[in-house]
């Protein structure tokens, strides 16, 4: 169905709808909502989470150090994810912040957590508890634990996500348990509050696959999570869980590790977060923050020139940036549900090894698109088109944006990027053309990721991104309209089509 159009969204004297009460004329009938499941409340209530595993920020004097924690509030994420790690004590600086952990005793599951915390205040800060690591779901004994866990501490921590992580890929590791068919049993019998999955696709023989700027293989593994995932616990697709993944922020410096020798560049660290928003997923945790130590110093991080997350590097401040940026958005994205996902993929090439498994957009995709067109603005590739992906929602609950129906919001993204290129050597330009038709809709809104505000896109409407380039919306004939948009490489914008009705999650301006 389409959504409402200006008109149609007015409230009529008998017709107003009340929260989950249809009034009319006549008696009032009851339209009760389903609750929402408890992964999807929860992120409601905390917002969107953006998590770095830390090392060795929690002991050594470093719990108090004020640069390092005043550093860690300008990065922008969400919690600080411990692994293992010892947490620091309540009287700390560590000790106050939003926190995550894989903590997990396999001999006894329902002594995982100290029971000291259960009486501490930062019991009310564990964000997210993901027991231990890309475990074998596929193993009786491991399910058999992961009931006995989740069972004694679910009722616990009403507020905390429960969840454990798999490798996003079947085909390459994840100890052959994680099949579609693995995964299903998995959540039937443990019944996660969400999906989480981890894919680093840019090293050696992962380049292999990233081709004209494609992470084929990450686009591949979020795509099955997210359908596992919105097909819900009881695989029906009745009551879908949100997901969640682990990004890449390091490279391997050892021999072991040698399938990840550089650090994603800045385009590269926009792609993956930015196509997790598109797709829909609403925990985004970054491996890692700071170089490890725990890990025999096989992996480091980007961000510091300095050990344990000190004097910042360009791409502290490139993370930051996208921490921010994706924050902006995330009132709204935490109450919409992902509907469609489709793609204007870049000119095929031989090293196409892995089908990304997205839909070609075409115009059925939504009631009011007719063009789609890509143009790469750069040298990148020899100038060849990269990928845009569009990513479809409505509204979590109809009751989140009041009296209207059948919203429908949009995100376009750039999907190029470019192992040592910047966001601006991977800019595109999509021409997006609209037909509203009898629908009354004569432009769109715009979720500004910058500020966070709303912004009415109507003809005439003009942005600077760069000198001499500007993204602008413009009336073509009668109803039909032009959005021409400029985006650097790895970015996405969220729209909805200008119906009257509120922006879900945001505050009328």
Request: aromatic content about 10%; overall charge neutral; hydrophobic content about 35%.
């Amino acid at each position: 169905m389409k959504p409402l159009s200006p008109r149609a969204f007015l409230l009529k004297s008998c017709g107003l709808i009340l929260g989950v009460m249809v009034v009319g004329c006549g008696d009032a009938i009851a339209v009760p909502e389903q609750p929402l499941d408890r992964g999807h409340r929860i992120l409601i209530q905390r917002g969107l989470q953006l998590n770095a595993y830390v090392v060795g920020l929690t002991t050594g004097g470093r719990e108090n150090d004020p640069e390092i924690w005043k550093t860690w509030e300008s990065s922008h994420f969400t919690s600080v994810d411990l692994n293992t790690q010892q947490l620091a004590s309540t009287d700390t600086i560590a000790g106050k912040k939003p926190w995550m952990t894989w903590l997990g005793n396999s001999e006894n599951p329902t002594q995982s957590l100290p029971d000291h915390f259960f009486q501490s205040e930062q019991i009310q800060n564990l964000v997210g508890w993901q027991y231990k690591d890309e475990q074998d779901i596929g193993s009786e004994k491991e399910l058999q634990e992961l009931e006995t866990w989740i069972r004694h501490y679910r009722p616990r921590l009403p507020n905390t996500l429960l969840y454990t992580n798999q490798h996003g890929d079947e085909r390459f590791g994840g100890f052959g348990s994680t099949s579609n068919l693995n995964i299903s049993r998995y959540m039937r019998r443990i019944q996660p509050d969400l999906l989480m999955q981890d894919t680093y696709p840019y090293g050696i023989w992962n380049d292999l696959g990233n081709q004209g700027g494609r992470p084929a293989q990450l686009y591949y593994a979020m795509m099955r999570y997210r359908k596992l995932a919105l097909a819900g616990n009881d695989g029906t697709g009745r009551k879908p869980i949100p997901y969640g993944l682990w990004i890449q922020t390091f490279k391997g410096a050892a021999a072991g590790i040698g399938n990840w020798p550089r650090f994603p560049s800045e385009s590269e660290l926009r792609q993956q977060q930015f196509t997790a928003l598109t797709l829909g997923f609403k925990l985004i945790s970054a491996f890692t923050y700071n170089s490890t130590t725990d890990l025999g110093g096989r992996f480091s991080a980007p961000f510091f020139n300095q050990p344990f997350g000190k004097d910042p590097t360009p791409a502290f401040q490139h993370i930051a940036e996208i921490n921010q940026q994706s924050l902006n958005l995330g009132p709204t994205l935490v109450r919409l549900l992902s509907t469609d996902v489709r793609i204007i993929p870049r000119p095929p090439t031989l090293a196409d090894l892995i089908a990304p498994d997205i839909s070609r957009w075409d115009t059925k995709a939504d009631p009011y698109m007719t063009r789609l067109d890509v143009k790469n603005l750069g040298t990148l590739y020899g100038g060849r088109n990269g990928d845009v992906l569009v990513g479809y929602f409505k509204p979590l609950r109809e009751s989140f944006d009041g009296p209207a129906t059948n919203q429908q919001y949009f995100m376009l993204t750039n999907g190029l990027a470019g192992k040592k290129h910047s966001i601006k050597q991977t800019r595109q330009q999509l021409t997006v053309e609209f037909d509203f038709g009898e629908s009354e809709i004569t432009g769109l809104q715009r979720l500004n990721r910058k500020t966070g505000k709303v912004e009415p896109i109507q003809a005439g409407w003009t942005e600077e991104v760069a000198p001499g380039l500007n993204s602008r919306f413009d009336a073509v004939s009668d109803r039909k309209y032009r959005l021409t948009l400029i985006l650097d490489g790895g970015t996405g914008d969220l729209f909805k089509f200008d119906t009257g009705a509120p922006f879900v999650g945001q505050q009328p301006q």
